[in-house]
Structure formats: C-alpha cells, structure tokens
C-alpha cells in the first residue's frame, strides 16, 4: 500500500470541439508511504513545471508540453492497476 504520483504523457484525444480532451497515457512518477510524501512531491513537480513554462515564455518560445504538467496523487490501494502504469524516465 501507498501512494503514486502520476501525471498524463503528451498524448490525448481530442474532445467534441477539437481540443485536447483526455490523456491517452499515465506515467508514474513516484511512489510514496503516505499521501502528504505524495502531496509534497507532487507541489515540487508543479514548481518544477511552472518554471520550464517561464523559461519558454521568456524566450518567446511556443509552450510545449512538460511531463507534470496535471499531476495528481492516487491511492494504491483504491486504484491498485496504477501499479501497471509504466514509469517515466526522462530522456
């Protein structure tokens, strides 16, 4: 038992008007003992996000997608096929 952070990869399908609906792909990111663990990782992964957006918003960049961009914190033991899910390992 415990805690996965996940977040969806940079493929989704689009919804009825055209634009990225849902994501056709979960990572998990890590796994923790207990939901605050979690929790603090998941902020730590959203700072990390917001950061890479700035960086190509000052650079007059075109925003890509950042892998964490939407994560969220899941019980294993409520959602026990998040075990399945294949991890995310940067390039």
């Known amino acids: 038992m415990g805690w996965y952070l996940i977040a969806p990869g940079n493929k989704f399908v689009p919804d009825s008007a055209g634009d990225a609906g849902m994501a ?9 003992g207990t939901e605050a663990q979690c929790d603090q990782a998941r902020k730590m992964v959203e700072v990390n996000v917001a950061k890479k957006f700035e960086k190509q918003r000052m650079a007059h960049h075109k925003l890509t997608f950042q892998i964490g961009d939407g994560a969220e914190c ?7 096929h998040l075990a399945d899910l294949p991890i995310w390992k940067s390039k």
């Open 74 to 80: 899941e019980d294993s033991a409520s959602n026990p």
């Open 24 to 32: 056709t792909e979960w990572f998990r990111l890590g796994s923790f």
